[in-house]
């Protein structure tokens, strides 16, 4: 599977590639977000080696990572990525996703999760599409239960954080495509009284 160009509500996705290098080490400069350790934006030195990752992961079908592009500046402001993708049923789930802190709080991330829902559940036919969190991070949680998606459950003592000591509790979200419409409509509306 490939990574299509998805844009719409002043941003743009586009597939992940060195060329957003640069622009991703300003991001990620911007609220030092590598030293929140239960996220997963990468510190400014370490910004080409987590695109390097994500593109051998695509390689082996396991995520479609895209830089988030501000239309207005046409630079990269963060990433998001498909993952887990299981294509014998066909699922998947959003994640690997930061923002610059200048667009925490804005609409990016409501506008980024309706293009990839969007495509995940009319192109790509998904009938689910999953999120998952660390437990401590109350603030992408919220956002989560925001979109519309559903609480699954807690993987407890689940995963290594990204400093690679210590674990993680992960929280487990999910959107059935029965429930796009009403979330569709609900984006559709949060995003069009932003514009």
């Known amino acids: 599977m490939h ?24 991001a990620c400069s911007d609220g030092n977000l590598g030293d929140i350790f239960y ?21 082996k079908g396991e995520r479609i990572p895209f830089a988030v592009i501000d ?3 046409n630079r990269a402001i963060g990433s998001t990525s498909y993952h887990d993708i299981k294509p014998e ?5 959003i994640g690997y996703t930061w923002y610059a802190q200048s667009f925490q709080g804005t609409h990016v991330n409501r506008a980024c999760k309706y293009l990839l829902l969007q495509h995940a559940f009319e192109t790509l036919n998904a009938p689910v599409v999953a ?4 437990h401590l991070n109350l603030r992408s949680q919220a956002a989560i239960q925001a979109l519309g998606a559903k609480l699954d459950g807690i993987l407890r003592c689940h995963t290594l954080r ?16 029965s429930e796009w419409p ?4 609900k984006l559709e509306s949060f995003l069009e009284a932003r514009n």
Do not use: C, W
């Open 3 to 26: 990574a299509p160009v998805l844009r719409g509500y002043g941003v743009r996705l586009e597939p992940l590639n060195l060329e957003h290098a640069e622009d991703l080490k300003t």
């Open 39 to 59: 996220t997963s934006a990468p510190y400014p030195h370490t910004v080409e080696a987590y695109i390097e990752k994500a593109l051998e992961q695509q390689a």
């Open 71 to 73: 239309e207005q500046t």
């Open 89 to 93: 049923i066909p699922r998947l789930e």
């Open 131 to 134: 999120f998952r969190t660390d």
């Open 162 to 177: 990204k400093d690679g000591k210590t674990v993680r509790d992960t929280v487990m979200f999910s959107i059935l495509q």
């Open 182 to 185: 009403e979330v569709k409509h």
